[in-house]
């Protein structure tokens, strides 16, 4: 008889509210139902909780703890927790929640139909499940059991992330005991494996093992038996995903190292930060990379994408800009699938982390304590592999950060390692003790590993250059290579020796070694000291030469000769002036012509008006004498005479009557 016939749940009402439809699929711990809610009229899934556990009071409590703390958790890629309950009519108690809808089908059976898919919908359908995990990271939650099985492709276009049924407060308790190993093995981080511990960075573990496989179309590790695989995730990396699918752009690479390090330190620290990167990644990408078909035996799913109308599932309610918005699904692929991949439709039971059948454990045993005895198994298994890699050929780093290189070195080569040290400046970390070291602590390595030790000088402190005699632009430039400052402000200071304009010194003082950053202010010449320069003008050359050089000035001769009011022979003009120099200044001396010898211009007969002109224009001074009674006066006759010889810039005298 048909397994859905004999659930005593369908077709009952839990809590009065809820009524059960029809069985979509059965888990590890619970089973998942299409129901309505009577009093809301719309369509839930009911995921009820298998009888075994429900009859444990403390998992009860704590999977209502979790459901309340998931419902807290709004985001348009999460399905979203309506509401929990328990219904008292059957014994035991169905202790259920009640959740969105999501019509559809999961990532599994995408991958199971259709293989290895192109990275534009590989992009398309992890941004959106990153988008949701960023948000309960950020919110303080961890989901735990990241794995296609829980990534919902709705059939409206939207991806959804689901089952944070294992979802832990990052703030809370995170460490599993034997009872509480939980999640699929293929996606576990080393970290939950070893310890049990969980964090934001164990959800991307799992993001990052899910990208290879969405590449790929296979798991990076596999095996005949969970603990070949869990051997695998704590001893071998994950591979580049172009060795399987060659072609693949670099940075799909480069991401899936980065999210599948099996060192926690080593991947973005949450889903936040592995979205950026995937993004910035899809900018980087051409449309040949976004779209290249894997080869024969990967097929690809394609046709992915933004499509007309669809509901664009955005990253941006959780990031600032530039991060862009997140892909979703074309509800055209819907279409191209076989019916029986549509949620409503699937009676396929998703298997549990770990199944053992009961001929395996040779005995009979109540249906409740199956799934507790896998755990158990699995802990035991694990317990053992931890125990025979750490105590053989594994250790883990200790940390000797902050501690004296001596007391270091003792302490690393007392353990097994091989010891070299290396020297950098910090100034943080105090001269002698150790800044880092490689491995970091906390690793885990083999026990005669190389230990790379990172030793601090104490903080570096830059010796402050000579820039004597350099330009100030030369010395600044100077000074900040040396890692100094340099001050907007100068000291100006008169020098005998150094030109103007360039730089004497500094202060501090050249040689001296300053903290990092120090501000050195430039002392920068602006000269020799002025003093009393003479009048050497009228002087004969070796007059005016000796007493210039008595004064401490040099003496230069200009070649050219001008004419002046001084004497031919003498010195018409001195370069500087008279009156103040830089001592030792050069002073320029240029000799007289004499005066300029023109024509005079013979004006007699001439109105006094007409001569004045022609006396001026000739380069004249003019002065008249005379005397008239009447009628116009004429220029009767002129000193110098008209078309004699005379210096120009000379008196003309002329006499009228």
Known sequence: MD?????????????????????VAVGGMATVYRGVDVRLDRVVALKVMHPGFAADPDFVQRFIREAKAVARLSHPNVVGVYDQGEDHTSVPPAVFLAMEFVPGWTLRDLLRDRGALSPRTTLDIL????AALGAAHRAGLVHRDVKPENVLLTEDGRVKVADFGLVRAVNGQTAATTQQVMGTVSYLAPEQIESGAADPRSDVYACGVMLYEMLTGSKPHTGESPMQVIFQHLSVDVPPPSALVPGLAPQLDAI?????ARDASGRPADAVELLAELQRARREMTPAQLDAEPPAGHAAATGLGVGPGADVSSATALLPPPVERTSVMDPAMLRELPADLVMPRRERPEPPPVALTRRQRGVRRPRWVLPAGVVVVLALLVAGLTWALNGGLYTRMPSVLRVPQAQAVQTLEHDGFTVSLTQDFSGSVPKGTVISTNPGPGARVRKDADVSVDVSKGPQRPTVP???GKSVADATAALQQAGLAVSGQQQQQTSSTVPAGAVIGTS????????????VTLVV???AQPVPLPDVTGETLDQATSDLQSAGFQVALNPTQIYSDQDAGTVAQMNPPAGQAAQGATITLTMSKGQQQVTVPDVTGMTEKDATKALKQAGFKVRSLGFTLFGSTTVRSETPGGNSQAAMGSTVTIWLY
């Open 127 to 130: 941004e959106p499940v990153l």
């Open 525 to 527: 010449s602006s000269g």
């Open 466 to 468: 000579s820039v004597a």
């Open 508 to 519: 501090p003082a050249a040689g001296q070694q300053v903290a990092p950053q120090t501000v």
């Open 3 to 23: 397994a859905t016939l004999q659930d005593p749940l369908l077709g009952r009402m839990l809590d009065g509210r809820y009524r059960v439809e029809q069985r």
């Open 256 to 260: 899936t190292r980065a999210a599948t």
